[in-house]
C-alpha cells in the first residue's frame, strides 16, 4: 500500500509539471484561475446563444480539474481491481460528470467534478440496475443544486480491455446512443454534454499522464466533408485500422483535446512542498511500458545478427564467381560485425537486470520501512 501511495504522489508531481504531450496538457493560466469563479451573467448569454447548436464541432477541448481526474481514475482503477479480486476481467464501470460551456475560453468544456454511479459492465455492454441507478441520479442530482452552481454536463465509463497495441478510448454502438440521447436531451437547454472514457489498463502503465479521450456525437444528418474521416481527424483509408482503433461507429463522433487545470495558488504550494524534497522519487516505481520498451529494443541488435549471420552463410554458398579470397574475407567481416552486435545486446540486457534488482532491493526495503 505503501508503494502504491508513492505512486499516486509521484504521478501527481509530475502531472504538476508536464509540458504538452500528445493531446493533455496542464494548465495554470489566469484563464486556469478564471475557471474557479462562477460568472452566472456570462454563463447564461453563452447558454442562450448555444453556438454548438449550430456547429457539430463547435468544442474543441475539455478540461478537468484535479478534483474531477483523481475521481475518475480511482473509480476506474476499482472496477479493475474488483473483477480481478473476483477471478475474473476487469468490470467496466460509469460516472457522471459536473461542470459547464467556458464563457471565458471559446469552445472549451470545464469539468469541475466527478461522481461515479453504482453500474458495473463487461466489454461494451453495460449492466445496470435501473431502478438503484435512476434513485441513486436523483437523490445526487437533489443534493448538487441545493450545494453546487454547476450541472451535470457529461458522463465517463471505463474500457478496461486487455493492453493491446492502441488506446481501447473510442465509442462503442452502445456508448454512441447514450451519448447522443444525452445530447439530444441537454444540449438545447443550454448544457453541452460530452463523453469520456478511460483506458483503466494503459493508464496504470503510463506513470506520466492518464490515457483518457473525450468526445461528443455527430448529429444523425451530419456528414463529414472528409472521406473516411477517423474521430481524430485523420484520415485512414484502412477499414479494419479504422475498426480497431474507433470501433464500428468511428465516423459518428469527434475526439476534443483534454487538457488539465490547476489554480496558480494551488500550483505554487505544490512546488513548495515537492523542490526541496526530490527524496520522494524514490518511494515510486519506473514504467511498466518504459521497461517494456527497452526490452524490445534489445531485440533489434539480436535480428541484426541473425541477419548477418544469414548473408554470410549464403555469401559462403555462391557460384565462386567473384575474386579468390573473397569469400574468407566477408565471413571474417561479418563474424565481427555479428560478435559487435551480440555485445551490444548482451551489454543491454545487463544493464536492465542490474536496473531490476536495485528496483527489486528498493521495493523490499520500501516494504519493510512503511509496510
Not at 500500500?1 to 499516486?8: F, Q
Not at 476499482?78 to 475560453?105: C, F, H
Not at 466527478?114 to 437533489?142: K, Q, W, Y
Amino acid at each position: 500500500m505503501a508503494s502504491k501511495e508513492g505512486d499516486d504522489f509521484q504521478n501527481a508531481v509530475q502531472n504538476d509539471g508536464m509540458a504538452e504531450k500528445k493531446d493533455t496538457t496542464l494548465s495554470s493560466t489566469p484563464a486556469a484561475d478564471a475557471r474557479y469563479r462562477f460568472d452566472a451573467d456570462r454563463l447564461q448569454t453563452l447558454q442562450s446563444a448555444a453556438p454548438w447548436m449550430k456547429d457539430p464541432r463547435y468544442f474543441q477541448k475539455v478540461t478537468l480539474s484535479p478534483s474531477a481526474i483523481m475521481k475518475i481514475m480511482m473509480h476506474c482503477q476499482s472496477g479493475v481491481q474488483k473483477g480481478i479480486a473476483k477471478g475474473g476481467n476487469p468490470i467496466e464501470v460509469m460516472g457522471m460528470l459536473l461542470g459547464r460551456p467556458d464563457p471565458d475560453t471559446p469552445r472549451t468544456l470545464v469539468i469541475t467534478d466527478a461522481f461515479p454511479l453504482p453500474i458495473e459492465g463487461f466489454e461494451t455492454r453495460v449492466i445496470a440496475d435501473d431502478e438503484n441507478v435512476v434513485n441513486h441520479m436523483i437523490a445526487l442530482g437533489e443534493s448538487l443544486e441545493r450545494t453546487r452552481k454547476e450541472k451535470f454536463m457529461g458522463w465517463y465509463h471505463s474500457h478496461p480491455f486487455d493492453l493491446g497495441d492502441h488506446s481501447h478510448c473510442f465509442l462503442s454502438q452502445t456508448d454512441l446512443s447514450t451519448q447522443l440521447q444525452w445530447q439530444r436531451a441537454e444540449d438545447p437547454h443550454g448544457n453541452p454534454f460530452v463523453a469520456i472514457v478511460v483506458d483503466p489498463l494503459r493508464s496504470h502503465n503510463n506513470l506520466e499522464t492518464p490515457e483518457l479521450k473525450a468526445f461528443r456525437a455527430y448529429p444523425p444528418e451530419y456528414v463529414s466533408p472528409a472521406l473516411n474521416e477517423c474521430p481524430d481527424g485523420s484520415v485512414e483509408s484502412s477499414e479494419q485500422t479504422r475498426l480497431e482503433h474507433w470501433g464500428s461507429c468511428w465516423n459518428r463522433y469527434y475526439e476534443l483535446s483534454v487538457e488539465y487545470y490547476m489554480s496558480s495558488t494551488s500550483r505554487n504550494v505544490l512546488q513548495q512542498l515537492t523542490q526541496d524534497y526530490l527524496w520522494i522519487r524514490t518511494l515510486s516505481r519506473k514504467s511498466e511500458s518504459s521497461v517494456t520498451q527497452r526490452l524490445c529494443g534489445c531485440v533489434k541488435p539480436f535480428q541484426s545478427a541473425s541477419l548477418t549471420a544469414a548473408s554470410v552463410v549464403s555469401g559462403g554458398r555462391g557460384t565462386g564467381l567473384g575474386p579468390g579470397g573473397s569469400t574468407s574475407a566477408s565471413v571474417s567481416s561479418g563474424m565481427d560485425a555479428q560478435t559487435k552486435e551480440w555485445q551490444k545486446a548482451v551489454s543491454n540486457l545487463a544493464d536492465i537486470a542490474s536496473e531490476d534488482m536495485g528496483e527489486q532491493a528498493l521495493q523490499s526495503t520500501k516494504e519493510q520501512v512503511f509496510a
